[in-house]
């Protein structure tokens, strides 16, 4: 019997799954390789950060979404290396498999830009893991507050910083604020929630720098007026326990605040870096791979890298973002074009993108969207990315509940995930201020 054509797929992120799912009723073998057992909604990553929604809200199970697709297996490991020439990848754990064609798209990590200490007292916002130690460091700043021996210390819990006023920067920026104006406004006793001071930093001369300039300033105006304050032109030079010291203009000033978040740039991941080399593809400063017009590496036309890992040019010239969107249609064209070559055609079409626009969601009824050229705001760019969001969840059910906690907290400002998990690094370090399993402190 003949063996199929065998795909690798690395990554089960948005270009990896569209891709999966195009090639469904292809007459090739599928597999799809992830570290992780679930495909991730990251736009919804910072509702989990703040409270609003649960991590299983966001998430479906790889094996559940690929279930009725014969031709696919799923496998949990980790990418660790590539021989390009003998078309095979190793996992982190030995195993190796050998393809015929090989799909990237594992993505991108934070970048702190070389300060990677920082990542201790300002986590980001790229995993399950690093939106619910946010929430606790969130969650848990209100709680010193209220048992704060001083004035001053209760202002340095109350003092949030978030740094990066992209579209994660703003989105956090607009749920802290909701959180102590409305959400946690009568919970405590001692303090006042909505005392709390919200500073939003970013390097650029304006916010949302990749949205058109009468977008960027509604989106500046609405979140100012959630009470935030938008510091622009500033570099971050310091983060520590104690806050952050940044630098502007030629003066270097001090900020006192146990509550930072990081919601700066992005690098590629250690296996982006091992692909690079082996296949000595030109890469940019953050690591993104260089790709052809066809998405395929230079001398490696087997090898296709879709989404933040693949650095694409449109007709114009212009670099593609790293959003959602050009990762999906990157997977889609990938499958269609190694069908395309089963099938015996050799002369592809050049991807194309075609842009449905860019959001960001600021607060209540608050958001920007560019769709199709036309600039929106307010409570109509809200509505339009409340639908799109909800019609991109991967799981009916998911939509259903995510739906109803949206609903229920319209109405009530209420968030139902308000749980203090884990420990970060902010927490007491005495000893005796900690408590073991059992609640008893060791």
Same mark, same amino acid.
């Given at each position: 019997?003949?063996?199929?054509?065998?795909?690798?797929?690395?990554?089960?992120?948005?270009?990896?799954?569209?891709?999966?799912?195009?090639?469904?009723?292809? &007459?090739?073998?599928?597999?799809?390789?992830?570290?992780?057992?679930?495909?991730?909604?990251?736009?919804?990553? $910072?509702?989990?950060?703040?409270?609003? !929604?649960?991590?299983?809200?966001?998430?479906?199970?790889?094996?559940? =979404?690929?279930?009725?697709?014969?031709?696919?297996?799923? !496998?949990?490991?980790?990418?660790?290396?590539?021989?390009?020439?003998?078309?095979?990848?190793?996992?982190?754990?030995?195993?190796?498999?050998?393809?015929?064609?090989?799909? =990237?798209?594992?993505?991108?990590?934070?970048?702190?830009?070389?300060?990677?200490?920082?990542?201790?007292?300002?986590?980001?916002?790229?995993?399950?893991?690093?939106?619910?130690?946010?929430?606790?460091?969130?969650?848990?700043?209100?709680? +010193?507050?209220?048992?704060?021996?001083?004035?001053?210390?209760?202002?340095?819990?109350?003092?949030?910083?978030?740094?990066?006023?992209?579209?994660?920067?703003?989105?956090?920026?607009?749920?802290?604020?909701?959180?102590?104006?409305?959400?946690? /406004?009568?919970?405590? /006793?001692?303090?006042?929630?909505?005392?709390? +001071?919200?500073?939003?930093?970013?390097?650029?001369?304006?916010?949302?720098?990749?949205? &058109?300039?009468?977008?960027?300033?509604?989106?500046?105006?609405?979140?100012?007026?959630?009470?935030?304050?938008?510091?622009?032109?500033?570099?971050?030079?310091?983060?520590?326990?104690?806050?952050?010291?940044?630098?502007?203009?030629?003066?270097?000033?001090?900020?006192?605040?146990?509550?930072?978040?990081?919601?700066?740039?992005?690098?590629?991941?250690?296996?982006?870096?091992?692909?690079?080399?082996?296949?000595?593809?030109?890469?940019?400063?953050?690591?993104?791979?260089?790709?052809?017009?066809? !998405?395929?590496?230079?001398?490696?036309?087997?090898?296709?890298?879709?989404?933040?890992?693949?650095?694409?040019?449109?007709?114009?010239?212009?670099?593609?973002?790293?959003?959602?969107?050009?990762?999906?249609?990157?997977?889609?064209?990938?499958?269609?074009?190694?069908?395309?070559?089963?099938?015996?055609?050799?002369?592809?079409?050049?991807?194309?993108?075609?842009?449905?626009?860019?959001?960001? =969601?600021?607060?209540?009824?608050?958001?920007?969207?560019?769709?199709?050229?036309?600039?929106?705001?307010?409570?109509?760019?809200?509505?339009?990315?409340?639908?799109?969001?909800?019609? $991109?969840?991967?799981?009916?059910?998911? +939509?259903?509940?995510?739906?109803?906690?949206?609903?229920?907290?319209?109405?009530?400002?209420?968030?139902?995930?308000?749980?203090?998990?884990?420990?970060?690094?902010?927490?007491?370090?005495?000893?005796?201020?900690?408590?073991?399993?059992?609640?008893?402190?060791?």
């Amino acid at each position: 019997m003949e063996q199929k054509h065998r795909v690798i797929i690395l990554g089960g992120g948005f270009g990896g799954l569209a891709a999966a799912k195009k090639l469904k009723r292809t &007459p090739v073998e599928v597999t799809l390789i992830d570290k992780r057992n679930f495909h991730l909604f990251q736009p919804l990553m $910072y509702q989990v950060a703040t409270g609003s !929604l649960s991590p299983g809200e966001i998430a479906a199970p790889l094996r559940g =979404v690929l279930s009725r697709q014969q031709n696919t297996q799923v !496998l949990l490991g980790e990418a660790a290396d590539v021989d390009p020439v003998a078309k095979r990848v190793t996992l982190c754990y030995g195993a190796t498999f050998e393809y015929d064609s090989l799909i =990237v798209a594992t993505g991108s990590q934070t970048s702190y830009y070389g300060n990677d200490s920082w990542r201790e007292w300002a986590p980001s916002l790229k995993s399950v893991e690093e939106a619910t130690a946010i929430r606790h460091k969130i969650l848990y700043a209100f709680e +010193r507050a209220e048992r704060s021996a001083t004035e001053e210390e209760a202002r340095a819990w109350l003092t949030f910083v978030i740094v990066g006023a992209g579209a994660t920067g703003m989105e956090l920026a607009g749920a802290l604020a909701e959180i102590s104006q409305e959400t946690l /406004r009568h919970d405590f /006793r001692k303090i006042n929630p909505t005392e709390a +001071r919200i500073i939003l930093m970013e390097g650029a001369p304006r916010v949302l720098g990749a949205f &058109p300039e009468d977008l960027s300033a509604k989106a500046e105006k609405l979140v100012t007026r959630l009470g935030v304050e938008v510091v622009k032109g500033v570099m971050v030079t310091k983060i520590n326990k104690e806050g952050v010291e940044f630098k502007r203009g030629d003066s270097v000033e001090a900020l006192a605040a146990r509550t930072v978040l990081w919601a700066g740039g992005v690098v590629t991941t250690p296996f982006g870096r091992k692909l690079a080399e082996r296949t000595k593809a030109e890469t940019d400063r953050s690591g993104r791979i260089k790709v052809n017009r066809d !998405l395929t590496i230079p001398a490696y036309l087997d090898i296709f890298i879709i989404g933040d890992l693949a650095l694409v040019v449109d007709e114009k010239g212009k670099q593609l973002p790293g959003v959602a969107q050009v990762a999906m249609q990157g997977g889609t064209y990938a499958a269609k074009a190694i069908r395309s070559r089963l099938e015996g055609k050799t002369e592809l079409p050049a991807f194309h993108y075609f842009n449905k626009g860019d959001m960001a =969601v600021i607060g209540r009824a608050a958001a920007v969207a560019n769709i199709f050229g036309f600039h929106v705001s307010g409570l109509p760019a809200w509505l339009i990315w409340l639908f799109v969001h909800l019609i $991109y969840i991967v799981e009916f059910q998911s +939509r259903v509940i995510v739906f109803i906690q949206w609903g229920f907290e319209y109405l009530t400002f209420s968030r139902g995930a308000r749980l203090i998990t884990g420990e970060s690094a902010t927490d007491p370090m005495d000893p005796t201020a900690r408590t073991g399993a059992g609640g008893v402190c060791s």
